[in-house]
């Protein structure tokens, strides 16, 4: 039986769609029973409804400052839906514990840097800033610390000499759409996982899973 994800989105819904895409091959070990969206405009929800995705809005903008309660009517919808896995794709808030602890071990998330390496916003800046000559993504679980968790996959990317943000964001961006199908295929079929923050290899793109 193939496992019955959510995926969370704010905005662009990129990640989303290489999930769903993914998630129609028929093989593929688990299936997208709902995308949901905290902002009523987000781009992917069109994305979502053109693939025949089941889709809600629950904006957090309805619940003023109750997080809870927002998190509250997600979760009723996660679970109506009878989904046993979440991936956030892009969802652009903090999650509370409550909401983090429901879904332990069961929610994934996608970062574009190598963590630990740059958690938070501005990742390609940063990693430019730094002079960093290896960039890229990561899957992981989450946890309570914000971007912190097993890592379940990772692929990296040379930083070019010329490379600008927009440059370095649409390489690492394209590793993004390969490892974070692999990521929820393997966790799904129940995979053992790799050793934590381990990059395998740093040959373009790498991918561990
Ligand atoms: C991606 O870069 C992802 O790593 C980060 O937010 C961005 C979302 O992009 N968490 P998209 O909405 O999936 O296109």
Redesign the pocket.
């Known amino acids: 039986m193939k496992t019955r994800t959510g995926i969370l989105?704010s905005?662009?819904?990129?990640?989303?769609a290489s999930l769903i895409h993914a998630a129609g091959q028929p093989n593929y070990p688990a299936e997208i029973a709902i995308v949901i969206s905290n902002h009523p405009d987000a781009p992917?929800l069109a994305i979502a409804r053109k693939y025949g995705i089941c889709v809600e809005v629950i904006a957090n903008a309805a619940y003023g400052g109750d997080r809870g309660a927002h998190e509250a009517a997600i979760d009723t919808a996660l679970r109506n839906a009878d989904c046993t896995t979440v991936c956030l794709?892009?969802y652009m808030r903090l999650l509370t514990p409550f909401f983090v602890r429901r879904w332990e071990g069961s929610m994934l998330?996608?970062?574009?840097s190598l963590l630990p390496a740059f958690r938070g916003l501005n990742t390609h800046a940063r990693a430019l800033a730094a002079g960093v000559k290896i960039h890229g993504?990561t899957v992981h679980l989450v946890t309570e610390m914000m971007d912190e968790g097993p890592i379940l996959a990772q692929a990296a990317t040379p930083v070019l000499p010329d490379d600008t943000e927009a440059s370095l964001a649409e390489r690492v961006?394209a590793l993004?759409h390969k490892i974070y199908p692999t990521a929820l295929a393997c966790h799904a079929s129940g995979k053992p996982l790799p050793p934590p923050n381990k990059v395998r290899s740093l040959i373009n793109p790498c991918i561990s899973c």
């Open positions: 989105i905005g662009r819904g990129s990640n989303m992917g794709a892009g998330n996608i970062h574009p993504c961006l993004e």
